[in-house]
């Protein structure tokens, strides 16, 4: 079934108007009543000197030190996949019926572990993330929309928080295991340490979760189940380069596990790794896969 119900393509492109020209050709023949389009994802750092958490885009922050550790380990992806995903809807305002961004906030991988406990500093970050960055608000102003276009998650209205996206598929996983859709196996390391895996069209095992981490795929799975549920069948997603492939494996897994037909998810993923041009991003080409169930 896997291999039958999802077909896959990949193509590479080395400039933004060729990637706009790829999406759109992945669109025209997608199912446009409801499109998403995830951009501007970013992490969470420790703000220097007053131990909060604030979002790591580059173009927020006055503080020479956060800028050298945003620029250091994502460069200018978050405001620029942002601009990208605004343009895109925008592009679409006279076509698509319901346009929204989604913003993935990655509130784990940077989050200090030596002081107060990770769980309340995140909890203190989404109770006052009330608003979007500054830069996020204006992009969204001068293209004359408002927050109003964010797709709102069940867990926050202006987010899809990646810890919540885990422990939501751990959940699901559990029940997978049980009607064998998943496979649990006991790992070789005398620990008793367990892996989730799904088993692909090619043989080969897709881990999701080790030792009781959910990786990036199983987050993925349970980000376009949420999409899906709530309505929406085509997904635009810009994802760092150094994610593309769980991303991918996440997308396929979610379109075979949850039976979600019917849908076009397209993944590009320009930059992320600290490239701090359009040049350097494009001068590495850009994948730009589809997956159609």
């Known amino acids: 079934m896997f291999a039958e119900s999802i077909s896959k393509t990949h193509r590479l492109v080395a400039s933004e108007q060729e990637l706009r020209t790829a999406v759109d050709r992945e669109l025209a023949t997608a199912n446009l009543d409801g499109l998403v389009v995830m951009g ?64 993935l906030i990655n509130d784990w991988q940077y989050v200090p572990t030596g002081g107060r406990p990770a769980g309340q500093l995140r909890a203190e970050f989404f109770d006052g993330f009330t608003g979007l960055p500054d830069g996020y608000e204006r992009i969204l102003r001068e293209a004359g929309l408002d927050a109003g276009s964010v797709l709102p998650s069940r867990r926050h209205p202006l987010a899809f928080p990646e810890t919540w996206l885990k422990y939501r598929f751990q ?44 990786g990036c795929a199983g987050e993925i799975t349970e980000m376009i189940s949420e999409v899906h549920r709530a309505g929406h069948r085509t997904i635009v997603i810009f994802a760092p380069g150094e994610c593309l492939s769980p991303v991918r494996t996440g997308v396929e897994i979610a379109l075979s596990l949850y039976g979600l037909t019917g849908m076009t998810v397209v993944i590009a993923d320009p930059g992320g790794s600290g490239e701090m041009s359009t040049d350097e991003i494009y001068s590495k080409l850009v994948t730009v896969s589809t997956f159609r169930s």
Not at 95 to 101: E, G, P, R, Y
Not at 171 to 184: H, I, M, T, Y
Not at 187 to 198: M, Q
Request: with cysteine; glycine share 10%; charged share 25%.
């Open 40 to 103: 501007g994802h970013f992490m969470l750092f420790e703000e220097e000197g007053t131990g909060r958490l604030v979002p790591g885009v580059l173009e927020e922050q006055s503080s020479t030190v956060m800028r050298d550790r945003i620029a250091g380990r994502v460069g200018i992806f978050p405001g620029y996949t942002w601009r990208l995903s605004v343009d895109l809807i925008t592009s679409y305002a006279n076509i698509v019926t319901d346009a929204k961004l989604l913003l």
């Open 171 to 214: 959940k699901a996983a559990d029940r997978f295991v049980k009607q064998g859709r998943l496979e649990k196996r006991v790992l070789e390391s005398g620990t008793k340490d367990t892996e989730v895996s799904f088993l692909d069209e090619s043989g080969n095992y897709r881990t999701l979760i080790s030792c009781g981490v959910t």
